[in-house]
Antibody, heavy 118, light 108 residues
Framework: QLQLQESGPGLVKPSDTLSLTCTVSGGSISTYSYFWGWIRQPPGKGLEWIGSMYHSGNTYYNPSLKSRVTMSLDTSKNQFSLTLTSVTAADTAVYFC??????????WGQGALVTVSS | ENVLTQSPGTLSLSPGERATLSCRASQSVSSSYLAWYQQKPGQAPRLLISGTSNRATGIPDRFSGSGSGTDFTLTISRLEPEDFAVYYCQQYGASQWTFGQGTKVEIK
């Protein structure tokens, strides 16, 4: 059974870079036809799509975050990663990674809370 | 950006009642690319419906989806205690994914 697990610092200082990794188990990140995505949820608010990456490495980002976001794949470790630069308090959220079958986020990680604070 | 607007914001119902949740898009959505999720407090969202009307694995048949173009609906035929949660619609188009703001289904 496919499982995803987010990992990374829970506290990031304002203006620093947020970095998260999603480790995939029970399946290969190189599997054809899947996208791998990041979604976030500020405390008490709704879901916001951050970006998605195809197994080939093509990336797609939310226009509102595009200038600060980078996603990458590490097939040797079966992981994919998110970096978000120049963070502010508005970036405080639970960050989820997910496997996507084109449109739908089929399998989700449990989520990782990242707080931006000095 | 294709903005999804969900209504109502909160739905207060009793167990056994029927729930009808609406999702309206600012631009037309392919029926293949409209999904619904359920989220309970402290948990990750769970895929309920993909492709407008296809239930995900393990989702009971009291959940159904319908719609086309810009108007989509999630129906829960008879609410069970475990169905009280927040529901999100989500669309894909032009290499962008967007979510609605959510509808909370609460116990009346």
């Amino acid at each position: 059974q496919l499982q995803l697990q987010e990992s990374g610092p829970g506290l990031v200082k304002p203006s620093d870079t947020l970095s998260l990794t999603c480790t995939v188990s029970g399946g290969s990140i190189s599997t054809y036809s899947y996208f791998w995505g990041w979604i976030r949820q500020p405390p008490g608010k709704g879901l916001e799509w951050i970006g998605s990456m195809y197994h080939s490495g093509n990336t797609y980002y939310n226009p509102s975050l595009k200038s600060r976001v980078t996603m990458s794949l590490d097939t040797s470790k079966n992981q994919f990663s998110l970096t978000l630069t120049s963070v502010t308090a508005a970036d405080t959220a639970v960050y989820f990674c997910a496997r996507q079958w084109v449109a739908a986020m089929v399998t989700w990680g449990q989520g990782a809370l990242v707080t931006v604070s000095s | 950006e294709n903005v999804l607007t969900q209504s109502p914001g909160t739905l207060s119902l009793s167990p056994g009642e029927r729930a009808t949740l609406s999702c309206r898009a600012s631009q037309s959505v392919s029926s293949s690319y409209l999904a619904w999720y359920q989220q309970k407090p402290g948990q990750a969202p769970r895929l309920l419906i993909s492709g407008t009307s296809n239930r995900a694995t393990g989702i009971p048949d009291r959940f159904s989806g319908s719609g086309s173009g810009t108007d989509f609906t999630l129906t829960i035929s008879r609410l069970e205690p475990e169905d009280f949660a927040v529901y999100y619609c989500q669309q894909y188009g032009a290499s962008q994914w967007t979510f609605g703001q959510g509808t909370k289904v609460e116990i009346k």
